[in-house]
């Protein structure tokens, strides 16, 4: 149920278990927002200079889209101590059964030390909803951290796992193993781009965007047999401008970073629809559209 090899693949996404859209996202408000310490290589030089009223804004921004875009927004208020807290992708992996009719979310086990007072407030904050709260065993020395590095394919019941910076391969078999879910794992070699999201940004079922300069030629293989369509986001706008750290919420607009010109040229060529959103004050931290968002169920 863990594929590290495209010869591995035993199965057709097209034959797995439909998996509907998330209709919901969780927003984290950015409050408490700032670079207050150095954890990937985006936040080395940024240490203190983040403007608090412009990121607000941009926050806003990204909030009247998903409600423009007929996506609910749930909003949890970050916390003081916690400046990395906004990015709410990062402390949970929700989840949706089908085959069981069952939701929830599956708690993160942060690689930082520094982030992992955010996952109480987000376990507190889905029991609330209803949702059942998973935890990874404890006899398990693993480090997961949330859709920061697990994500679904959209519309079917598999889910792709980076590893390599934030999260242990060993996570994954867990996850499994809890789920009754086929897990795809992909290396991740170079740094800048530390979570899979930063990296990888599935569209639907059949398109997905990719940093190339990110994987590694397994990881490449796999992406190509399970997607028709593979667009490659030129290298400095995934590396500068986190062009892959985009969302597409419902198969056809795709919210990204003002300014990547080359990424979303190729987009409108494959039919879809860029949103460009500046998320300028987030890139100071390492993070953009989908770093400050969690889908839900």
């Known amino acids: 149920m863990v594929y590290t090899s495209a010869r591995d693949l035993d199965f057709q996404v097209s034959d797995l278990s439909p998996l509907p859209r998330p209709h919901r996202v969780l927003l984290t408000t950015p409050t408490h927002f700032d670079v207050e310490y150095v954890i990937n290589p985006h936040m080395s030089e940024n240490v203190g200079t983040v403007m608090k009223d412009v990121a607000f804004q941009q926050w806003k921004a990204l909030r009247a889209t998903y409600t423009a875009l007929d996506v609910s927004p749930s909003v949890l208020n970050g916390k003081s101590g916690l400046p990395d807290m906004v990015f709410c992708a990062n402390q949970t992996l929700p989840f949706y059964q089908p085959d069981a009719d069952r939701r929830g979310v599956v708690l993160s086990r942060m690689h930082a030390d520094e982030r992992s007072d955010e996952v109480p407030y987000y376990a507190d904050f889905f029991e609330d909803q209803g949702y059942e709260v998973e935890r990874l ?84 293989a796999l992406i190509e047999t399970c997607f028709d369509t593979v667009i490659e986001a030129p290298d400095n706008e995934a590396r500068h401008q986190f062009a892959c750290n985009a969302h597409c919420p419902d198969g056809k607009h795709v919210l990204i970073q003002e300014g990547c010109e ?24 390492g993070g953009s559209v989908f770093c400050m968002k969690q889908m839900m169920w």
Not at 153 to 179: K, N
Not at 274 to 282: H, I, R
Request: with cysteine; glycine share 8%.
């Open 137 to 220: 065993p404890d006899d398990i020395d693993a480090s997961f951290e949330g859709m920061g590095d697990a994500i679904w394919h959209p519309s079917r019941y598999l889910l792709w796992g980076g590893y390599g910076f934030r999260t242990s391969p060993d996570a994954y078999q867990a996850i499994s193993d809890l789920l009754n879910v086929r897990v795809v794992l992909l290396e991740l070699t170079d740094a800048d781009y530390y979570h899979l999201d930063t990296c990888f940004c599935p569209l639907d079922e059949d398109h997905v965007l990719i940093a190339d300069d990110a994987l590694n030629d397994e990881g490449r």
């Open 262 to 285: 080359g990424t979303t040229e190729r987009l409108r060529a494959e039919g879809f629809v860029p949103v460009e959103l500046d998320t300028s004050e987030f890139l100071k931290a």
